[in-house]
């Protein structure tokens, strides 16, 4: 059993699982890049960048340091995160390749997007919490 299969998902199906988890187009074993750890890899990077440029970058203003702007600020880098985890879960739909005994659907890579996007917003919420102290006029945003 890895990380991946213990982590909470919305009801995406277990064969899309077994796909994003790197399952070969024989069937045989996982031998494939796993897509969880390049959407965790994109998670970590574009949400820590985007972080630390609102907390110490260009957004560090008292003209942005307001929730409603850090909310949207989290919406757009989720929402990026959200349509990279369904264009990858998507990317071989149309043309089968996958392995043949596997049945998932495009509705099941929406839900890995949406899964994407908010663990991506819980990231960034835990994330803010822990570098916002030295930003001199966002350290009080979210919260």
Not at 88 to 96: E, F, K, V
Not at 106 to 114: A, E, T
Request: glycine share 6%; aromatic share 18%; hydrophobic share 45%.
């Amino acid at each position: 059993m890895s990380f991946f299969d213990s982590l909470l998902r919305f009801n995406y199906s277990k064969d899309l699982h077994a796909h994003l988890k790197g399952l070969s187009l024989d069937c045989e074993a996982y031998s494939r890049q796993s897509a969880y750890q390049l959407v965790a890899l994109c998670i970590l990077g574009l949400s820590t960048l985007s972080l630390i440029n609102y907390y110490y970058g260009l957004f560090n203003r008292p003209s942005f340091s307001r929730a409603k702007t850090w909310g949207m600020h989290v919406f757009f880098v989720s929402l990026v995160v959200g349509v990279i985890a369904f264009s990858i879960a998507s990317s071989g739909l149309p043309q089968g390749a996958h392995c043949s005994y596997l049945h998932f659907y495009r509705s099941d890579c929406i839900l890995f997007g949406l899964t994407a996007f908010a663990y991506n917003v819980i990231y960034c919420f835990l994330l803010s919490s822990s570098i916002k102290w030295m930003s001199v006029n966002n350290k009080k945003v979210p919260f």
